[in-house]
């Protein structure tokens, strides 16, 4: 069979017309590899928000070779907005415990940051879920993200397209960021754990609130860009009231009693989602992150304290996630 | 503390280029509180709002609209609004706010494009609202919010002709106000864009639901209205935070509720002046002679 010329310009340029769509979708869209050799991760039992969580966490911490002294420590909670009796935000006496427990280890010193993501009055969230009174007692400093100074920053990743965002100074001068999510389902992203956390970064004054870019560009795709540009060192995880069903504000409060800590924010959410009764490959934002952010398969995961087991009852979803659930 | 040591603790804190930062920390002008503290200083200070008209004036961008702080990027934002109103009684800004309004009339929620329309009337109705009332967005290709809308109508309200390209003015109006009402929580009052998600009515936000207030001052009987206002009655004397406190106060008193003794809880809230966010502190300021508040808002005569 003989191929006349107009054959071959078709052919080549079907061929390349077919390479630049497809190309995209197989070429990484990250340059780097953060996943260290074994990550560590410590599953912590915890049934009351009380005192004894101060030891607890110690206790905890202890299981992982950190060394933040002379460093500046941000935590970072999940502080969205108040509704009564719901488990919405990292409860403030675990938090607390955290910002005792650096300062034990040495830190030089200890900030609790967050930018909440729909109610633009930040002290009245503080004041209403019991922050402000902790923060005053303790003297932390704390920062609304939503409005601190903002610094051009490009991405390290492009899943989302933003080239850049501009964040906050806070953040990004921090030296040892600890990611502090309560664990919660999420009708938009399945769950919300330490990596959903960092929308709480995106400052609301420049990009509203919600952060409505990030939704319009892609959650799993911005989630995954955050990650990449602002690295999580440590994670603890709120589990002690979780949240199922429809979260991340009017789901239902689910009794978990976890604390999840973690020395990569990809094994600390793989974990998180096993104890929800989920498989952490079913989350986009896991199951990518563990190709370069850090290690999602049990193998490359020392599990330490109590094991990571599937719940008897998986947390209820909205039905768009129900794919989430563990076989 | 009084209202003139507000007063001048809000001059202290002006950066020598004539703007505000937000925070007390930092050196990075912002309008948000630079519009804020323009619209308290009312008739004081004159060299002081004198500079920040000419900072205003300087931050604007190309297009017409103003960004968030100096040295942002330059597709426009929400305080093109806020800053049209701060600039309302500026003839030297004449010029300068009639383009920023101009580019507020071409700037609407992504849903007034048919394409997204057509996707939230079909696939994508987790979140209960009518496509066809749409408003402004926070900043462009996002869709529409209460407080950016609300603060376009206040903005778009201060025009005194809808003429020489603001013809569209009535129309974008319209709808914003009808956008505002479709979004309403079912319980009264206004979250942060919707009243239902996933089946589920969302709690109003008392700062929102005031600026939704203020900007339908002129419908004080519309039965979402009232409701609305009933709720900021009742949830105000358990504020404890001033930015909503101050927002309380403005639209109660637009609408002519008692706010004696809201003005008394917020002037006992623990030393203002240690209050690290300049917007919430001119807010305070604003608040407390709301009566000429009201007037620099436009929402009084």
């Known amino acids: 069979m003989s191929i006349t010329r107009r054959h071959f310009i078709i052919g080549s340029t079907a061929l390349g017309a077919g390479t630049s769509i497809c190309a995209p979708f197989f070429v990484p869209k990250y340059h780097f590899d953060r996943r260290r050799r074994r990550s560590r991760v410590a599953v912590l039992h915890a049934q009351l928000y009380?005192?004894?969580?101060?030891?607890?966490?110690?206790?905890?911490?202890q299981l992982f070779p950190l060394d933040v002294r002379g460093k500046t420590v941000l935590l970072k909670p999940n502080l969205v907005d108040y509704l009564p009796g719901n488990a919405i935000n990292t409860?403030?006496?675990?938090?607390?415990?955290?910002?005792?427990?650096?300062?034990?280890?040495?830190?030089k010193s200890v900030v609790v940051a967050e930018g909440p993501g729909l109610q633009r009055d930040t002290q009245l969230v503080l004041s209403q879920s019991g922050y402000q009174e902790s923060l005053r007692d303790e003297e932390v400093r704390f920062v609304d993200l939503n409005r601190d100074e903002l610094i051009r920053t490009p991405l390290r990743t492009s899943y989302s397209e933003m080239k850049e965002l501009w964040l906050p100074r806070t953040v990004l001068a921090a030296d040892f960021l600890v990611s502090m999510p309560k664990i919660k389902t999420h009708h938009w992203s399945g769950v919300t754990l330490s990596m959903k956390n960092m929308f709480g970064i995106v400052p609301g004054l420049r990009y509203g609130w919600p952060k409505n870019i990030l939704h319009w560009k892609g959650i799993q795709q911005s989630i995954l860009d955050l990650c990449a540009t602002v690295p999580i060192h440590f994670v603890i995880a709120d589990g002690i009231i979780a949240m199922e069903g429809n979260g991340p504000l009017s789901g239902t409060p689910r009794p978990l009693g976890r604390i999840v800590l973690a020395d990569d924010p990809v094994a600390a959410d793989a974990t998180c989602a096993r104890l929800m009764g989920f498989d952490p490959?079913?989350?986009?934002?896991?199951?990518?992150?563990?190709?370069?952010?850090?290690?999602?398969?049990?193998?490359h995961i020392d599990q330490v304290g109590h094991p990571a087991r599937l719940p008897t009852t998986p947390f209820r979803v909205v039905k768009e996630f129900e794919n989430l659930y563990a076989l | 503390m009084v209202l003139s040591e507000l007063?001048?603790?809000?001059?202290?804190?002006?950066?020598?280029?004539?703007?505000?930062?937000?925070?007390?920390?930092?050196?990075?002008p912002a309008l948000e509180p630079t519009c804020y503290s323009l619209l308290a200083l009312g008739t004081q200070a004159t060299d002081v709002r004198e500079r920040a008209v000419v900072f205003l004036l300087r931050a604007q961008n190309p297009n017409g609209s103003w960004p968030v702080f100096a040295g942002d990027d330059h597709d426009g934002s929400w305080l093109t609004s806020l800053?049209?109103?701060?600039?309302?009684?500026?003839?030297?800004a004449i010029p300068a706010r009639l383009k920023g309004l101009h580019w507020l009339l071409s700037s609407a929620g992504r849903e007034s494009n048919w394409i997204w329309k057509w996707k939230f009337r079909t696939t994508d109705r987790h979140v209960r609202f009518d496509p066809d009332k749409f408003g402004w967005p926070w900043f462009p290709n996002t869709v529409s919010w209460v407080v950016p809308t609300a603060f376009a109508i206040l903005a778009l309200n201060q025009l005194h002709c809808f003429c020489g390209g603001f013809e569209l003015a009535p129309s974008r109006l319209e709808r914003g106000v009808e956008m505002l009402i479709d979004r309403a929580c079912p319980g009264g009052g206004w979250n942060a864009g919707n009243g239902v998600v996933y089946g589920?009515?969302?709690?109003?936000?008392?700062?929102?639901?005031?600026?939704?207030?203020l900007a339908l001052h002129d419908r004080p009987q519309h039965p979402i209205v009232q409701v609305a206002l009933n709720y900021l009655e009742f949830t105000a004397p358990t504020l404890a935070a001033p930015w909503s406190l101050a927002w309380a106060i403005l639209a109660l008193a637009a609408h002519r509720r008692p706010i004696t003794l809201l003005r008394r809880a917020l002037l006992d809230v623990t030393d203002l002046s240690y209050v690290e966010d300049t917007s919430t502190l001119a807010l305070v300021c604003l608040a407390l002679d709301h009566e000429q508040a009201l007037v620099n808002l436009g929402v009084m005569p």
Request: with cysteine.
């Open chain 1, 50 to 61: 009380s005192q004894q969580l101060d030891q607890i966490l110690r206790e905890g911490l």
């Open chain 1, 91 to 107: 409860h403030p006496t675990l938090v607390m415990a955290a910002v005792e427990a650096f300062r034990r280890l040495g830190a």
């Open chain 1, 281 to 299: 490959d079913r989350v986009t934002h896991i199951r990518v992150g563990a190709r370069f952010l850090g290690n999602g398969a049990p193998g």
């Open chain 2, 7 to 28: 007063s001048v603790e809000l001059v202290r804190r002006r950066l020598p280029c004539g703007g505000w930062p937000v925070l007390l920390s930092s050196a990075q």
């Open chain 2, 83 to 92: 800053v049209a109103v701060a600039l309302s009684d500026h003839v030297s």
């Open chain 2, 200 to 213: 589920t009515a969302v709690r109003p936000h008392p700062d929102d639901t005031a600026i939704a207030l």
